[in-house]
């Protein structure tokens, strides 16, 4: 059994032509050609979304990209946007500007083109140490597909930063949720139940509730389920919220990054358009970060 879960948005147990799938190198979450990309060879992708790893025997998500399956996760946040209203327009906007860095995505509620309420989103799966390719390589050459004997025999192992990966997430979090405190909005993290199992055992996560909606900060955590199709399926599995001072709790960490709401709204008034209105056949548009969601081939496994 291949150690790939899923390979383009598809069940490695699935029956499926993969010569053809590996070849056309689509990812359905998206909708178009995926974009997590070899370093040593630009034009490959890799398009493993899912990983079977260490104590882990269910999928484990490995791409940012995964989480988009049918735009649910925007749909979950719609509840945050206190202030819209029916015959608002929804907008998916990407890269907003905050201090810190910047929100993978924004939920907007506009009206005749100016936004009314805005929710951040940011998207954290596993990152991966070692490679993933000669896994990959090997599950292709046992379905047919011409793979150079080198990659598919290499010892290269990989695992998942599990320790890296929380404590970067949450570092970034305690700098922009202050933002969002400061101006009366809604950030939401969005990542997988087992990486905040992880958060839960390895940081202090007492300050941290069933979700409310009146905290500025909210945890929106998925499973992927079996489903009657075959692919596993995303399903919410637990909201959980707090403040600013919750997230500076669990890292023990200080610090200020306010900016003016006016500030923001004009960002977002300059971003909306046609292409960015949200529907269930519009895929989101692409986040620079995500992008960048290429191998670690070099990264020794931990």
């Known amino acids: 059994m291949s150690k790939i879960v899923e390979l383009y948005g598809l069940s490695t147990e699935a029956e499926a032509d993969w010569p053809a799938v590996i070849a056309t190198q689509y990812c359905p979450f998206l909708r178009r050609k995926c974009l997590k990309n070899r370093k040593s060879a630009p034009e490959i992708t890799i398009g493993s979304c899912s990983v079977e790893a260490g104590k882990q025997r269910a999928p484990v998500m490995i791409c940012p990209f995964r989480l988009l399956e049918r735009n649910q996760i925007f749909m979950d ?20 500007g905050v201090p810190g860095g910047s ?25 991966t140490t070692g490679t993933v390719w000669p896994e ?12 150079k004997r080198a990659d598919r025999t290499s010892p290269k192992p990989f695992g998942l930063n599990w ?13 922009k949720i202050q933002t969002f405190e400061h101006v009366g909005k809604h950030l939401v993290l969005v990542d997988q139940d087992y990486l905040t199992a992880y958060m839960k055992k390895e940081f202090t996560f007492d300050y941290l509730h069933a979700a409310r909606l009146g905290d500025p900060m ?22 959980l919220s ?7 709790k669990c890292l023990g960490l200080q610090g200020e990054a306010n900016v003016e709401l006016e500030d923001i709204l ?28 290429t191998e670690k081939e070099n990264k020794p496994a931990r």
């Open 218 to 239: 909210h945890f929106h955590s998925y499973s992927l389920e079996k489903s009657n199709e075959g692919n596993p399926r995303l399903q919410l599995a637990e909201r």
């Open 242 to 248: 707090t403040d600013g001072e919750g997230i500076a």
């Open 266 to 293: 004009r960002q977002l008034e300059a971003k909306i358009s046609a292409q960015t209105l949200m529907s269930v056949e519009q895929p989101p548009p692409s986040v620079s970060k995500i992008n960048e969601a």
């Open 163 to 175: 320790k890296m990966t929380a404590k970067t997430i949450l570092v970034q979090l305690h700098h």
């Open 103 to 127: 929100i993978d995505y924004c939920l907007v509620s506009a009206k005749n083109g100016n936004p009314v309420d805005f929710v951040g989103i940011e998207l954290q799966t596993l990152d």
């Open 77 to 96: 946040c719609i509840h945050l946007l206190t202030l819209h209203e029916p015959g608002n327009e929804l907008h998916l906007v990407a890269q907003l």
């Open 136 to 147: 990959r390589q090997r599950f292709a050459h046992r379905h047919g597909v011409s793979v």
